[in-house]
């Protein structure tokens, strides 16, 4: 685990919480997913916690975010409202997108998160389209976009690279790799798969980035923020991590077999939550004490975003059309 020494004691355990925090909420989904009330498809996160954490960690209140499909952890490391997004899991009125867009729609405009896109590479174009908005405005904001590994096969993000580059727009270009696009392995799809080198081609900044460790994220993060904000132009990471569960739904989908087992079974020794905490725990700054009280706060926010997704109403027929654009 990289050092955290430096970094001050209130972002350590703001961190320490929010990686808590999306892995707790992502444990809830997977337990009552299959009681089929919440009626969208879902896209767990879970082992990928550490890179939604340690990037918006970096970010302020008012900065840009686009998300994919795998957006939980995004939302919630952003800071959007956890009710809301619950409850539009269940597809209720009280949802974030009004129970019209599910979970691979997630939008909270009042932290920045500005949308989530179920289109594979879909937020890459928006992303560089907000930064360029910001620069037209002179608001001094950052825009960071999340996609995977499959998004990095999409010609979308060639073309929005090179146009971030040269006209040296605000925006960071986050690639969670998880070795998988669906059931495929990268290597049976990419003829090169580092891909932190792809961006070099138009003279981007881009870094590899232990994705596991959220010190790792932050410290390369940050380093990126402050070079786009201080007006230096794009930068690109390469975020590696597992996802720990099947592509969509509830559970693992080891029996289908297109994972390697000793793949598998490397990638499980290594926790983004138990890593880190065992290194804060090591540096004084958790205490037994303490995690009990983080994980019992968490848990409350969970059950009360829960109980209000549950009771609150579905849209009304009428207005299924409601805030669709068409
Ligand atoms: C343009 C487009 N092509 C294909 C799909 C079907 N699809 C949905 S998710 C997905 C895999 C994306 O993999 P990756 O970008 O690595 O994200 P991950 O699921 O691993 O987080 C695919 C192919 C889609 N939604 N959009
Ligand atoms: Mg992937």
């Known amino acids: 685990m990289t050092d955290h020494s430096g970094i001050p004691t209130e972002i350590l355990l703001k961190l320490y ?65 956890l009710p809301a997004m619950i409850a539009e899991l269940y597809c209720k009125e009280t949802g974030c997108s009004r129970g019209r867009g599910g979970s691979m729609h997630l939008v909270d405009t009042s932290v920045g998160l500005l949308g989530s896109s179920s289109i594979v590479g879909g937020g890459i174009p928006l992303a560089v389209g907000a930064a360029l908005a910001s620069v037209l405005r002179g608001d001094g904001r950052v825009t960071v976009v999340f996609f995977g590994d499959g998004a990095s096969e999409e010609g979308v993000l060639y073309e929005s690279m090179n146009f971030a580059a040269l006209k040296k727009l605000p925006v960071v270009f986050v690639c969670e790799n998880n070795f998988y696009s669906v059931c495929s392995h ?12 792809r961006p070099r081609a138009f003279e981007m900044p881009s870094s590899r980035v232990d994705g596991v460790d959220v010190i790792d994220v932050f410290r390369k ?26 592509h969509a739904g509830a559970g693992d989908n080891l029996k289908s077999q297109y994972r390697k087992l000793d793949e598998w079974d490397q990638w499980m020794t290594r926790d983004p939550l138990q890593e880190y905490e065992k290194a804060l725990v090591a540096g004084n700054i958790l205490t037994e004490k303490k995690k009990k009280q983080i994980t019992e706060t968490i848990d409350k926010e969970i059950d009360e975003a829960f109980s209000f997704a549950q009771a609150s109403p579905l849209p009304n027929e009428k207005e299924v059309t409601k805030y669709l654009y068409s």
């Open 17 to 81: 919480v929010i990686i808590s925090k999306i892995r707790r909420v992502e444990l809830r989904i997977e337990s009552l997913y299959h009681e089929d009330e919440m009626k969208t498809p879902v896209h767990l996160c879970l082992g990928q916690e550490a890179i939604s954490a340690g990037v918006c960690a970096t970010l302020q209140t008012d900065d840009y975010v686009f998300s994919n499909h795998r957006s939980h952890g995004h939302y919630i490391a952003k800071g959007g409202d």
């Open 186 to 197: 990268q290597t049976a799809r990419q003829a090169n798969n580092d891909i932190s080198m």
């Open 221 to 246: 993060t940050m380093d990126a923020v402050n070079r786009t904000r201080s007006g230096k132009g794009p930068s690109f990471l390469e975020c590696r991590a597992y996802r720990w569960r099947g």
